[in-house]
Every structure is written in structure tokens, then in C-alpha cells.
């Protein structure tokens, strides 16, 4: 659910680092080069498909055989779909037969373990208690990444329940899917909630994955594992059958590789929905032919006479508790977006400090999770162990020992339970004004008008939690790597490698509500300019290859 800054407060512990970096580059079979699949793009996959250099169903093999190979060392997967070999093989006849239904066209794609699926897979959120449950239809993420072509591989490992339930636990970690490693430095927190979706996409286990946000899950993932996230406006994407925390924060998007491969993604999603009726705001909901066209938006020039602020205040409060790699990166990042064209101003949140010290954000969240979670529950076709609100769910969590209480603890729960008020209440209503407050006028949105600014920048550790508040966009790009010679930090908990060498971190442009065709333009402008995710490679990365599903057929 949240993100946290306090990295530099936690002790610091001495590892000597010994990481060395190969080179990956694609394979040459039979005269033919093969993309590596931890740098390929949308594009190349696609141009592979349509030669025949590949199939649908290579590509799923080899991606199966990737995760395989990884899995128990890094635990990202939770689930494979069984039967996304035969909806490969239908995409590879469907287009040996001349249909295409659109670029995802039999591209496979792992989608994180909250949001369900009507077929044989479980949807958890990490929880025992929801193994073996049953949603009446796929949920419309799913079902608009199916009508696109793509083949839903699998699902992700996430921290459990996106991070909305314990004060003691670890990014990455559920009870049903165990702990999740990040890639670039052994036992690297992946950071959360959608922790698979980022280690996956980031050392080519999918082309791309999606991940969920209600403050920070997509983001920061995404921060730590090299790669771009676009969380969108809340209500661009349906979160119909997503196990939710807050209908007010909570929005479904894309985490990959490239700017371009994450706009393919978010056009196969975006869109209204008769299941989510937050979706009817959007814009062009009631004609769709005005939809924007997010991949046509990757343009180098897009920086070019634009007005792009700084939340400098942001920078001055929070830096202090912000790394000084990072720091130097955006300083940097800063200054080249002013060469590509754009004219930079400090674009403030004044109601920062204010909102630091307030405590609505929690109650209205709390509320939300009340309501949202019981809504899902009653949702379900199949519920195994009968759980139809947050109560019965805390005792299924406090009793069942898989679910590792009391040592991780349910203090998020417990506080939600106390309050006892749920979103229909009328204490809800100021407490959300207030909160709209803090991310609008105060923050992200009244900074962008009074500055009349198109997008807002800050190093994406920072980024979150003020976009949140209102809903509005936000999309990270790599941006830099600790140093070689960093010092490891570890978590609260101890059990993971929070900073440590070659560790990466990411830019964020903040913009309005529905601006991500703008946000999308920005980032590819600053990604084809900087290339920041090809500088270092992951310690680990599977070593099967297309190349050896294609040779050994
Ligand atoms: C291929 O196209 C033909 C003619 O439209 C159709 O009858 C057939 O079912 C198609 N086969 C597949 C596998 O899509
Ligand atoms: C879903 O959970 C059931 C019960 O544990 C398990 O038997 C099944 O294999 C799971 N499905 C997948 C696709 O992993
Ligand atoms: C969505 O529907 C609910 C209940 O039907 C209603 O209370 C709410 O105001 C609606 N929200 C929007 C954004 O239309
Ligand atoms: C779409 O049409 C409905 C019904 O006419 C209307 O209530 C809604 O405001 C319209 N949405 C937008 C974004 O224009
Ligand atoms: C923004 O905040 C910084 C740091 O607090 C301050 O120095 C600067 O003057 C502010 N800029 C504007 C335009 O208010
Ligand atoms: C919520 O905001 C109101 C209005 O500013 C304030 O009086 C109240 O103390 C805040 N509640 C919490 C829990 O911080
Ligand atoms: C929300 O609160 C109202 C008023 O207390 C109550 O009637 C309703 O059952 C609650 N809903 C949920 C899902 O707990
Ligand atoms: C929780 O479990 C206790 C002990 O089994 C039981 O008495 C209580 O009714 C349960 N509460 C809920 C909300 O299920
Ligand atoms: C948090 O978990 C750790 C590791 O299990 C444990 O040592 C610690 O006592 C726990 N803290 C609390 C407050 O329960
Ligand atoms: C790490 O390397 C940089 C550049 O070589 C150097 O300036 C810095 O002092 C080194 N830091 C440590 C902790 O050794
Ligand atoms: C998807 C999956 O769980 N694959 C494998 C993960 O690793 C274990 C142990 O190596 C295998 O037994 C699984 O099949
Ligand atoms: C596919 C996968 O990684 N499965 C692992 C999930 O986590 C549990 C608990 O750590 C492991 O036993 C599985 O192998």
C-alpha cells in the first residue's frame, strides 16, 4: 500500500560486493538472431511472430521455462496458467490464418496475484484464506488483456494483501507465495505491493506485467526493479474483480521495460467499464473513437516548449532522508530535461508539512477497506472458508499458522477494526475532502495549475504518496543505480538488502488526471535521451532463451 523514504534512518550493515556483470546479447541460430529476452521489445516480438522466426507457443515455452528455472530462488511466480500453452497455440492459428486481433496478439503477459481470473488459477492476494475461491467471470483487466490477444501466463507474488495488513512484515512477502527477491543484488528487497510483477518484467520472465497501486505499489516496484510503471488515473482502468483496499486510490497498470511496450499495455486496458462505474469519468468514456492513442504518444520531441516543475519543497523535506545517489541522479535528470527543450519552475506543495501530520489519509483508507473488501468477498462464487468481512478475516489470519501471526502482525487490520466506521459514514465525506485537499490545492494538482505546468518531476521514492490522495497519474523511468561501492542497508525487519550496489532507482512525472498520454510522451522522451536501464545488469537472470525453445522443436 504505501511506500517508505526511511532507508538512510534504518542501520547500515557491511557486505563486501562482488557482483559482475555479463553481457546479454541475442542468439544467432541458423543465420537467424534471436532477441535476448530480458532486453526484448513488443516490437521485436512481434516482427519475430509475423516472420515465423517463433511461435506463440515458443514464446510461452521459454518464458515457462525461464520462471522455472528462477523460481525457487527468487519466488516471483505464484501461479502458471495451465492453459496458456493451448490459448498460445490458438493465437498462433489465428494468425497463420491472417488475424491479428492487435499488437498484444499472442504476446504472453503475468498479471499480479489480486487480480482474478475465471479459469483455473487462484486469485489471493497471498492469503490462504482465499485459495481455492471462485469470481463469476474474469475480471476486466484480464478480460480486456485476453480480447487484445495476449496470453495471461501467470500470476505474481505480491506482499500480501498490497501491503494492507501488518506493521512487521516485508515487501514481497505473502503467506501463500513466500518471500519475493528482487534481481540486482542478492536478497534485494523487490519493495511492493506488486513485487513479482517488477522482478519478472525486469529479468524478461513476460514481456510486461501488471501490477496494482493504492500509494505506491506500481511505482516502487518498478523504482527498484529498472523499469517503467505507469500508474494511471483512478478509473482509467476497471478494478472490477481486483481484490481491492480503496475504491478512492486504487488503479491497475502496466510495469515494463520500455516506455513504449508499457503505452501498448495500458491500450489494451484502459477504458470504461459497466462493472466499475468510476470508469464512466473518464473523459472519452461515452466515445470511445476519442480514446487517446498512448504508444502514437511516444515522441522524442514531446519535451520540446514544455513547462515541467520541480517540487523543490518536497525535495527540501524528504531529501534529508533520501540517498545521495538519487539526489545527484535527479539533479541531473533535471538538467537534461531542460536540454530536450523544457523550461523548468519550482511547482510547490504547499500543504505538504500539513498533510505530514495528519491522519485522515489512514481513516479514509481504513473506511474504504471496510466496505471495498466485504464488497469483493460477496462477490466471490466460491468462498472456502465462508469469510464475508474483515472481522472474520483477521481471526482466519490470527489462526491459521501459515499465515505467520503473530510475528507478522495484523496492526493495520486491527486499526480498521477499531475505527469501525466504514465509506458509507458520514464521518467519511470530510475526511476524504480533507485528503482531496492535501493532494489537490496542496499538492500535485494545485501545483500544476498555479504554475500552468505540464508535468511535475521527483525522484520516484518521493513521488507517490501525494498523487494518491486525488487519483491522479504518475510514471517512473530508470534513472540511475547506487554505486558499486555502496554500503548495503537492510529493511526494517532485517531480512532483506533495501539499498546495496547497482540497486536502482527511478524518475517520476506527476501530471492531471488523464494526462498519461502526456506523462507517456514525457518519460519516452527522457528514456530514448538517458537509455539509464541498459547501464547495469541484474546478479540474476535465467539462462534459457528463445533460442533454445526454437532449436530444440
Ligand atoms: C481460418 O479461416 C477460415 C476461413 O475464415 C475459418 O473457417 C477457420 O475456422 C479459421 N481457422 C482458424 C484456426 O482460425
Ligand atoms: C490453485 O489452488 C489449488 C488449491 O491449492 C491448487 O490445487 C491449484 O494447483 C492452484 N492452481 C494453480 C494454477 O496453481
Ligand atoms: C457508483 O455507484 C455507487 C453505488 O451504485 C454510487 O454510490 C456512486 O456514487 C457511483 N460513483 C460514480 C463515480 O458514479
Ligand atoms: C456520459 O454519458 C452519461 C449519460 O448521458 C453522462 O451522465 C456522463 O456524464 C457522460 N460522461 C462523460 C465523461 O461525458
Ligand atoms: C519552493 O520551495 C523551496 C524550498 O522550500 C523554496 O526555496 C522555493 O522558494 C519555493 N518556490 C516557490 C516558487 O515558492
Ligand atoms: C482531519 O482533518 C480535519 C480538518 O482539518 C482535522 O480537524 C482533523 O484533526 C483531521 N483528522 C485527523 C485524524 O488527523
Ligand atoms: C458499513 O457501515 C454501515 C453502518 O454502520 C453498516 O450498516 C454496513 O453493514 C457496513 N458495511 C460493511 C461492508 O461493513
Ligand atoms: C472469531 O473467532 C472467535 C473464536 O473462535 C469467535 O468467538 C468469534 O465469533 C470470531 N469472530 C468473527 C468476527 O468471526
Ligand atoms: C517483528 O518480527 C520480527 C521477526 O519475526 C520479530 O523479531 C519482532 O519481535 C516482531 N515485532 C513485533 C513488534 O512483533
Ligand atoms: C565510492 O566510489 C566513489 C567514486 O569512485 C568515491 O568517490 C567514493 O568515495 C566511494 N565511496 C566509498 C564509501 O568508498
Ligand atoms: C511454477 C513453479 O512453481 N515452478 C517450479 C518452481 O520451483 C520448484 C522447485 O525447483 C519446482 O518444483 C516448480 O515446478
Ligand atoms: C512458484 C513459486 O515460486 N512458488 C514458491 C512460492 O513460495 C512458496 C513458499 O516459499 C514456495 O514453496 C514455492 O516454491
Given at each position: 500500500m504505501r511506500t517508505t523514504i526511511v532507508t538512510a534512518l534504518l542501520g547500515a550493515v557491511s557486505l563486501v560486493s562482488s557482483i559482475t556483470v555479463p553481457p546479454y546479447t541475442g542468439t544467432i541460430i541458423k543465420g537467424q538472431q534471436f532477441p535476448s529476452l530480458i532486453d526484448v521489445t513488443l516490437e521485436d516480438l512481434s516482427t519475430g511472430l509475423e516472420s515465423g522466426l517463433f511461435t506463440s507457443v515458443d514464446l510461452v515455452t521459454a518464458y515457462m521455462d525461464r520462471i522455472n528455472e528462477i523460481n525457487s530462488t527468487l519466488h516471483l511466480v505464484t501461479e502458471l496458467n495451465p492453459d496458456a500453452l493451448s490459448i498460445a497455440s490458438q493465437a498462433d492459428a489465428m494468425r497463420a490464418n491472417g488475424t491479428v486481433v492487435g499488437p498484444l496478439h499472442g504476446i504472453p503477459i503475468l498479471i499480479k496475484n489480486n487480480i482474478a481470473t475465471a479459469d483455473a488459477m487462484n486469485n489471493t492476494a497471498g492469503s490462504f484464506s482465499l485459495v481455492g475461491s471462485e469470481v463469476p467471470r474474469d475480471s476486466t483487466m484480464a478480460a480486456n488483456l485476453r480480447k487484445a490477444g495476449a496470453v495471461i501466463l501467470g500470476k505474481t507474488n505480491l506482499s500480501q494483501w498490497a501491503n494492507y495488513r501488518s506493521d512487521n512484515s516485508s515487501n514481497g512477502w505473502s503467506a501463500y507465495g513466500g518471500q519475493t527477491y528482487a534481481a540486482y543484488y542478492p536478497?534485494?528487497?523487490?519493495?511492493?505491493?506488486?513485487?513479482?510483477?517488477?522482478?519478472?518484467?525486469?529479468?524478461?520472465?513476460?514481456?510486461?506485467?501488471?501490477?496494482t497501486e493504492t500509494s505506491g505499489s506500481i511505482l516502487s516496484p518498478s523504482d527498484v526493479n529498472n523499469l517503467v510503471g505507469i500508474k494511471p488515473t483512478v478509473g482509467l482502468t476497471s478494478r472490477y474483480l481486483v481484490i481491492p483496499i480503496?475504491?478512492?486510490?486504487?488503479?491497475?497498470?502496466?510495469?515494463?521495460?520500455?516506455?513504449?511496450?508499457?503505452?501498448?499495455?495500458?491500450?489494451?486496458?484502459?477504458?470504461?467499464?459497466?462493472?466499475?462505474?468510476?470508469?464512466?469519468?473518464?473523459?472519452?468514456?461515452?466515445?470511445?473513437s476519442a480514446k487517446p492513442d498512448y504508444v502514437a504518444a511516444c515522441d522524442y520531441n514531446s519535451l520540446a516548449g514544455k513547462r515541467i516543475g520541480v517540487a523543490r519543497n518536497v525535495l527540501e523535506i524528504w531529501g534529508r532522508y533520501t540517498d545521495a545517489p538519487v539526489l545527484d541522479a535527479?539533479?541531473?535528470?533535471?538538467?537534461?530535461?531542460?536540454?530536450?527543450g523544457a523550461t523548468i519552475v519550482d511547482a510547490n506543495f504547499t500543504a505538504f508539512e500539513a498533510?505530514?501530520?495528519?491522519?485522515?489519509?489512514?481513516?479514509?483508507?481504513?473506511?474504504?477497506?471496510?466496505?471495498?473488501?466485504?464488497?469483493?468477498?460477496?462477490?466471490?462464487?466460491?468462498?472456502?472458508?465462508?469469510?464475508?468481512?474483515?472481522?472474520?478475516?483477521?481471526?482466519?489470519?490470527?489462526?491459521?499458522?501459515?499465515?505467520?501471526?503473530?510475528?507478522?502482525?495484523?496492526?493495520?487490520?486491527?486499526?480498521?477494526?477499531?475505527?469501525?466506521?466504514?465509506?458509507?459514514?458520514?464521518?467519511?465525506?470530510?475526511?476524504?475532502?480533507?485528503?482531496?485537499?492535501?493532494?489537490?490545492?496542496?499538492?500535485?494538482?494545485?501545483?500544476?495549475?498555479?504554475?500552468?505546468?505540464?508535468?511535475?518531476?521527483?525522484?520516484?521514492?518521493?513521488?507517490?504518496s501525494i498523487p494518491a490522495l486525488v487519483g491522479s497519474p504518475v510514471i517512473t523511468v530508470p534513472m540511475g543505480f547506487y554505486p558499486a561501492n555502496w554500503t548495503v542497508t537492510m529493511n526494517a525487519r532485517g531480512n532483506l538488502v533495501s539499498t546495496g550496489p547497482h540497486v536502482p532507482f527511478g524518475l517520476s512525472f506527476m501530471g492531471a488526471k488523464w494526462s498519461e498520454a502526456d506523462l507517456i510522451g514525457f518519460a519516452y522522451a527522457y528514456e530514448q535521451r538517458t537509455r539509464h536501464r541498459e547501464e547495469v545488469q541484474p546478479y540474476l537472470v535465467p539462462n534459457i532463451e528463445l533460442a533454445d525453445v526454437v532449436g530444440a522443436s
Open positions: 536478497g534485494q528487497d523487490p519493495s511492493g505491493s506488486s513485487s513479482g510483477s517488477g522482478v519478472a518484467s525486469s529479468i524478461g520472465l513476460s514481456l510486461a506485467a501488471l501490477g480503496s475504491e478512492h486510490q486504487d488503479t491497475i497498470g502496466p510495469m515494463a521495460r520500455t516506455v513504449k511496450d508499457a503505452a501498448y499495455v495500458l491500450q489494451a486496458l484502459a477504458g470504461p467499464d459497466q462493472y466499475d462505474n468510476y470508469t464512466s469519468a473518464i473523459p472519452w468514456a461515452n466515445d470511445t535527479f539533479e541531473e535528470a533535471v538538467s537534461q530535461i531542460e536540454a530536450a498533510w505530514q501530520e495528519d491522519g485522515n489519509g489512514t481513516l479514509v483508507l481504513q473506511a474504504d477497506f471496510l466496505s471495498n473488501l466485504a464488497n469483493y468477498l460477496s462477490e466471490l462464487t466460491e468462498n472456502p472458508y465462508g469469510i464475508e468481512n474483515l472481522a472474520e478475516e483477521r481471526n482466519f489470519t490470527q489462526s491459521f499458522p501459515a499465515e505467520a501471526y503473530p510475528s507478522r502482525d495484523t496492526a493495520v487490520w486491527d486499526s480498521a477494526l477499531e475505527q469501525g466506521w466504514n465509506n458509507t459514514s458520514p464521518k467519511f465525506w470530510p475526511a476524504y475532502q480533507q485528503n482531496l485537499y492535501y493532494g489537490g490545492e496542496g499538492g500535485i494538482l494545485g501545483a500544476l495549475a498555479r504554475t500552468n505546468t505540464s508535468a511535475v518531476l521527483l525522484p520516484t521514492q518521493l513521488s507517490p
